[in-house]
């Protein structure tokens, strides 16, 4: 199964992404050029960290006009899965492949640190290695981070289960502590917080581990039942 | 012709940057301040031959499509005919 790694102008984690999913999964990983038209032959596509296009406009407004996302988006609608880290979850919402926006902290601060996460769905194939409540220690990067989506959004979202990680600590006034969340169909997973920064013992946690491996593991059923 | 995009946060959203400000203004002694909401503007151009219709199509689709996020954002759109 082949992973690739999306490089919008401004990215600065498809490096990062690259180095973790290879090195955590063995599995074979290629950067996508954002002006590609197409991401056939791969089986997941990650939308990694960064400022794309400056992060001029809006976070990740600029970018849902490359023309790499229109392949991403019927990847997506035909089941294929996309997860957006940080900058890519600013995408994935701008977009509109999830729900919301992510909107400037509450408190006036980029914020750069380690917390931590619980995993709130195990149901889905970016958690299917974790264990319900599961505590993870991820590190977030953001001045963006902040979730916001109107009341019958938030309801839908919390009666379908597709709020995948909370955090303990809200650093960034999201709304009902959101950290990541899944669409409907529970292909596509948008997250501030960066496994790829929590993969490699060197950079003191390798919890995000779990959630590349659970994606191996989701695409591995997928395969056999084919 | 030339039209003017101004882009705010809905009223129901949070402004962070919006309260900052504001309290920037107390700080200076501007006490009667009470209310700051950061927006953006955008002055859009159009072809000479542009016909005020097509022009009108082609701001709101701007202002919709790009401009404006709506999950968090609306707008208004200033004309200016030049004589």
């Known amino acids: 199964m082949k992973f690739g790694v999306v490089i919008f102008p401004g990215s600065n984690c498809d490096h990062d992404c690259y180095y973790s999913i290879q090195s955590v999964t063995g599995q074979p990983v290629e950067f996508i050029w954002h002006q590609e038209t197409s991401v056939k032959g791969f089986d997941a596509v990650v939308l990694p960290g960064g400022f794309s296009y400056g992060d001029y406009l809006r976070t990740g407004a600029l970018a849902k006009f490359s023309p790499v996302m229109k392949a991403v988006k019927s990847f997506a609608e035909k089941g294929g899965l996309v997860i957006g880290i940080c900058n890519g979850f600013q995408i994935l919402a701008e977009a509109g492949m999830l729900p919301g926006a992510l909107m400037r902290n509450s408190n006036m601060k980029y914020i750069c640190k380690f917390l931590k996460l619980r995993t709130a769905t195990t149901d889905t194939p970016f958690t299917n290695r974790l264990t319900a409540d599961q505590i993870l220690n991820v590190p977030i990067g953001h001045g963006e981070g902040n979730y916001f989506a109107d009341e019958d959004t938030l309801k839908q979202l919390e009666d379908n289960h597709q709020i995948v990680f909370r955090y303990l600590e809200n650093p960034n006034g999201s709304l009902h502590d959101i950290a990541g969340i899944v669409n409907a169909k529970r292909n596509v997973l948008g997250m501030m917080p960066h496994p790829d920064r929590s993969s490699d013992p060197l950079l003191g946690s390798t919890d995000g581990r779990l959630i590349f491996e659970s994606m191996v593991n989701a695409l591995a059923g997928a395969n056999r039942c084919e | ?83």
Do not use: C
């Not at chain 2, 097509?54 to 404006?68: I, P, R």
């Open chain 2, 1 to 83: 012709m030339k039209a003017t995009i101004i882009v705010t946060l809905k009223p129901t959203v949070l402004d962070p940057q919006g309260i900052t400000i504001q309290r920037s203004a107390q700080s200076m002694g501007l006490s009667e301040v009470t209310v700051i909401r950061q927006g953006k503007y955008f002055d859009v151009h159009f072809a000479e031959n542009t016909s005020p219709e097509h022009g009108k199509e082609l701001v709101q689709k701007l202002a919709k499509d790009v401009l404006t996020n709506p999950v968090i954002e609306e707008f208004r759109i200033v004309w200016e005919q030049k004589s």
